[in-house]
């Protein structure tokens, strides 16, 4: 694969704190010049950058993020909002600590109420792989399978690690082919990019994708 193909399948990020529109806005302008996949994006800039692209680019942001413990009610509200505001992908943070205690209706129930307030548009779970053993990982592309939504995603990039290349290959060997996987967190190079994209992953959820094209002079 030539590093130019890889900016379809990119989300390019930016979902720190600090983030200022002045950065969102760079974001913005860098995924039309390189025509990534999307902008995955705080809420509160989630209108202006819909805005500001006038549909060239699809605008992605995250519900619950990034420890995924508000109630279900909470959420919803948060996804009607963004879609309301012009997000055209949800990226929403499950509920950990109840997948943890065996509460596996009330996760599959809340993943289902995001998508029925997501309507036809895209839905990407994430189970943030580095909190979870390999058992709860499987229960998850199960409940996943199940539940409706589009997309499993390894990561928030905010906890202890990001995705890993046997994450990737579990979750899309346990993932029924209707549910597409995204990686993210840590991607750092085209070759990390290209290693994630073979092992089944469609979208990557990373902002250093672009930023090395740019010091490297590659042009999308």
Known sequence: MDDKEVFQYVDHTLLKQSAT????KQICDDAMAFNTASVCIPPCYVKKAAKYMQGKIKVC???GFPNGNMTTAAKVFETRDAIKNGASEIDMVINIGM???????YVLNEIKAIKKACGRKIL???????LLTDDEKKKMCDLVNKSGADFIKTSTGFSTAGATFDDVKLMRE???KSVQVKAAGG??????AKKFLELGATRLGTSRIVKIAKEQGIKA
Do not use: H, P, Q, R
């Not at 991607?187 to 990390?192: C, H, R």
């Open 174 to 176: 346990f993932s029924a």
């Open 61 to 63: 942001t995250v519900i």
């Open 99 to 105: 997948l943890k205690a065996g509460e596996y209706n």
């Open 124 to 130: 990407k779970v994430i189970i943030e792989t580095c």
């Open 187 to 192: 991607i750092s190079s085209f070759d990390d």
């Open 21 to 24: 529109w002045a950065d969102i």
